[in-house]
């Protein structure tokens, strides 16, 4: 009877992530077919990697309820419980830094800002100043998002309005933008969204629910949100700051 | 077999990845736990299953998407952004209306990857469980979805066009801005986190060859400068249409009542 309950339990989830995955199978199709009228190429492969895909999809799903979601809420009572702010902090920053220094998405953008600056005359051409600017750039991304969590969870604690601190945020996105070298723009746009990954985000979306539901006076809906909107926001303010610093 | 073989080598790096990926917060915690808080985990078994989970189930996703989908996709965006395409149905280059498939494909695309990307999923599953239930999951991943597809559009529309980026970004946060004034504040948080959770995983890669394959293909475009900006659309343009949802259905709620009030005078 336990067996059959968890099979039960199985399909349901296989068949909640085959629906997550509808969507992109139907328009690939819909465009190999209607629109470039040529056959698959490679048609087992696309199919075992749909399964794959499809497994994996329902595997992180389910390691995330009984995982991460927990751990990330077991983390944020224990620090809040000792009472130290110090190493509330340390941890937020540790958590941002960490996670965002190894970024695969974060290397290839940076390794990319360096050949878009020295095309473009900014750095010299040769090797060394090409790497070293890569990874400062990373290191400047990594340490902004770290940043960025430290004043995420102190504005839970603190209970300030989230929107006076994002709008701010805004405002010196644009100034900066209006100074920053053009060149480095559209990178430092698009570096906000690739800094938070996948691992990363329910684990800070947890602590920042657990945060607020032990915090008197705090609601997890109003105050536990918000950490991941200023680990996108702060990376563009650095980044165009890193192209300025450099030029 | 040899494909078999070559399957397992891929997984098993893919595996190796990943478990790099997971190493700092692993260490991370681990530190906090024995020498900061010294207590133990509850549920710690659970725990350490759902871990082993989270790192095997992000592997398969990944294997399959590299095996399945990018592949496709980045044929797909290169073949719909080539000249040849383009000028086969009598379009001229220079024209932003013959790039129509372009900007249909680049909604879609968004709109589909973005129901599949795991961290919207997490951030929405947190959002039902914290409402208890008053903000649906699957509502939030549609209405994040259509932010996505709108955006890549626009986005693709800007390439073809060469106008400069700031401006939409500008006259976007200003959108934002005022939308936060008359929106209902329950939701302003998880609107602004759903901008930056959209773009990972599966959207990325997809989207970065889409620009890069239309950067090259107009002529007079640069893709070192205008290839970028599709990801800052797709941060962006979400948190505009969750605001914009939040703000509809406050609407619509005054309104019911007022109906209400007038029907039972």
């Known amino acids: 009877m336990k067996y059959r309950a968890y099979i039960l339990d199985v399909s349901k989830k296989l068949w909640a992530a085959v629906t997550d ?3 992109i199978i139907v328009v690939v199709v819909f465009f190999q077919i209607v629109v470039i009228q040529q056959p698959f ?35 944020a009572y224990a ?18 830094f960490s996670t965002t220094v190894a970024e695969p998405a974060l290397i290839a953008v940076a390794k990319e800002a360096s050949v878009i600056s020295s095309d473009a005359g900014l ?49 010196l996105v644009m100034l900066m933008t209006s100074i920053a070298p053009k060149e480095i723009i559209g990178l430092a746009y698009d ?57 | 077999m040899d494909r078999m073989y070559d399957f397992v080598i891929d997984f098993f790096w893919i595996l190796v990845y990943t478990f790099r990926d997971v190493l700092p917060i692993l260490v991370l915690i681990i530190f906090f736990q024995l020498v900061i808080l010294k207590q133990p985990i509850p549920h710690l078994k659970k725990v350490l299953l759902g871990g082993v989970y989270v790192v095997f189930g992000l592997a398969l996703f990944l294997m399959g998407l590299e095996k399945a989908l990018f592949p496709i996709g980045k044929i797909m965006a290169t073949q719909l952004s080539d000249p040849s395409f383009i000028e086969a149905s009598g379009n001229v280059l220079t024209d932003w209306t013959s790039y129509y498939w372009i900007y249909i494909f680049a909604a879609l695309i968004g ?12 951030v929405a599953i947190k959002a039902g469980e914290v409402s208890a239930g008053t903000i649906s999951a699957w509502g939030l991943r549609i209405t994040v979805a259509v932010g996505v597809a709108f955006a890549l559009a626009l986005g693709t529309f800007r390439i073809v066009t060469g106008t400069p980026l700031f401006v939409y970004i500008m006259a976007g946060y ?7 004034i008359f929106a209902p504040k329950k939701l302003i948080a998880i609107a602004y986190d759903s901008g930056g959770v959209t773009t990972s995983t599966v959207t990325v890669p997809l989207v970065a060859a889409l620009g890069l394959g239309l950067s090259n293909a107009v002529p007079g475009r640069n893709p070192a400068i205008d290839g970028f900006g599709l990801i800052a659309f797709a941060s962006l343009f979400p948190i505009i249409t969750v605001l914009g949802y939040a703000q509809f259905m406050a609407l619509k709620t005054r309104v019911f009542k007022l109906k209400i009030e007038k029907d039972a005078v």
Do not use: C
Request: proline letters at 4%; glycine letters at 12%; charged letters at 10%.
């Open chain 1, 123 to 171: 750095i010299s051409n040769d090797h060394k100043t090409m790497k070293g600017y890569a990874l400062g750039l990373r290191l400047a991304v990594a340490f902004s998002v770290g940043l960025a969590i430290v004043i995420g969870v102190l504005r839970i604690l603190k209970g300030w309005p989230l929107y006076y601190l994002i709008i701010g945020g805004y405002v």
């Open chain 1, 41 to 75: 190429p490679q048609i087992g492969e696309v199919i075992v990697g749909i399964l794959f895909v499809i497994i994996g999809l329902m595997l992180f799903i389910e390691g995330l309820e009984i995982g991460l979601f927990p751990i990330g809420e077991a983390m």
């Open chain 1, 21 to 23: 995955l509808v969507p």
């Open chain 2, 111 to 122: 709109f589909s990857t973005t129901i599949a990307e795991p961290s919207l999923i997490a």
């Open chain 1, 191 to 247: 570096a906000g969204g690739v800094t938070t990954s996948t691992i990363t985000v329910p684990l800070v979306t947890a602590l920042g629910v657990g945060l607020a539901t032990v915090i008197k006076g705090r609601s997890p809906l109003l105050d536990g949100f918000g950490l991941i909107a200023f680990a996108s926001l702060l990376p563009m303010v650095f980044v165009m700051a890193y192209g300025l610093f450099w030029f």
């Open chain 2, 174 to 180: 200003l959108v934002v801005i005022v939308q936060t």
């Open chain 1, 79 to 96: 620090l809040a419980k000792k009472g130290s702010l110090l190493w509330l902090m340390i941890f937020s920053f540790a958590l941002g």
